[in-house]
Each structure stands twice: as structure tokens, then as C-alpha cells.
């Protein structure tokens, strides 16, 4: 499995973004992927799932109303649009696949492929 994150840059705040994870090695129905975070200085947490199969979402109440996960299953690519963006949203944006399958979890560490990471700035 690898997983190529994408998308990120420098954005002022108010602004949007949309990233990227180009998915490869396997399908990935009956999975959870997600995107976690990381800023400097900080743990990585949890920003939203998707269930590949179905399309149900969850989100962490700190982007809630303001962020979108989505994939796409043809060309199996995650999606994060990210709208009104704050100087608390910089970070690095990762994405990652659930080890256990189809099963929610906000805790990074059920989780077992990532990818690289993209950087998102946001300039207040």
C-alpha cells in the first residue's frame, strides 16, 4: 500500500484548499481512511474519516462545518477540501488507512499506512 499526499501551500486565512492522497496496492473498500494532523510542537490528531464503502464521514469537532472528506473510488484518491481556513488549521496533513478495516477511530495509532505528509501554512 502507498498513499501520496498532495496539495497543500501557503493560504491566507478565510481562504481554501483541497489535498490529495493518491492511494495505490490495493482497494480499499471496507476501510477507513482518514487525515490526521501535526503542528509544530504538537501530537498528531485526528481530522475526519471516511468509510470507503458507503461514504459515511466523521470529523473532529475542530474542523466540523469547515472541512470535507471525500474519495473517490475509480480513481481511489481521498479527498480533504478545506474552507475558511484558520492559523490553528497549520499543520502537516497526512493521510492514512485504518488497520482494522471498517472500523472508526480517532487515534492515530489504529491506523497503519501514511503518507508523506503535505504542509498547509495559513497567514493570519
Known amino acids: 500500500v502507498q498513499l501520496q499526499a498532495s496539495g497543500g501551500g501557503l493560504v491566507q486565512a478565510g481562504g481554501s484548499l483541497r489535498l490529495s492522497c493518491a492511494a495505490s496496492g490495493r482497494t480499499f473498500s471496507n476501510y477507513v481512511m482518514a487525515w490526521f494532523r501535526q503542528a509544530p510542537g504538537k501530537e498528531r490528531e485526528f481530522v475526519a474519516a471516511?468509510?470507503?464503502?458507503?461514504?459515511?464521514?466523521y470529523y473532529a469537532n475542530t474542523v466540523k462545518g469547515r472541512f470535507t472528506i471525500s474519495r473517490d473510488s475509480a480513481s481511489n484518491t481521498l479527498y480533504l477540501q478545506m474552507n475558511s481556513l484558520k492559523s490553528e488549521d497549520t499543520a502537516v496533513y497526512y493521510c492514512a488507512k485504518n488497520g482494522r478495516g471498517a472500523v472508526w477511530g480517532v487515534d492515530f495509532v489504529r491506523y497503519d499506512y501514511w503518507g508523506q505528509g503535505t504542509l498547509v501554512t495559513v497567514s493570519s
Open positions: 471516511i468509510m470507503w464503502t458507503g461514504g459515511n464521514t
